[in-house]
């Protein structure tokens, strides 16, 4: 489920980034900064990456972004949930 969730995140990124990447390079003015780009699409990556690491077994890319971005919290007793 895992999975999933983090490759949609990812192709989501990858495909908002690439859109305003190409309506940028056919305005005659620069809209965004180049760092704009390198954020989201190593984001997008990194996210896809994850996501696509967990159907193919080798699923520590996945545990790294879970321990990042899912409230690692710790419970001492199961009544506390």
Known sequence: MHGVVFTTIGAALLFIGT?????????????????????????????AGGGLSSFFGKSWLLRLLIVLFGGNRIYSKADQR
């Open 19 to 47: 859109k305003i990447l190409i309506s940028e390079l056919q305005l005659p003015y620069p809209m965004a900064p180049w760092w704009v780009f390198v954020v989201i699409f190593a984001a997008g990556g990194v996210f």
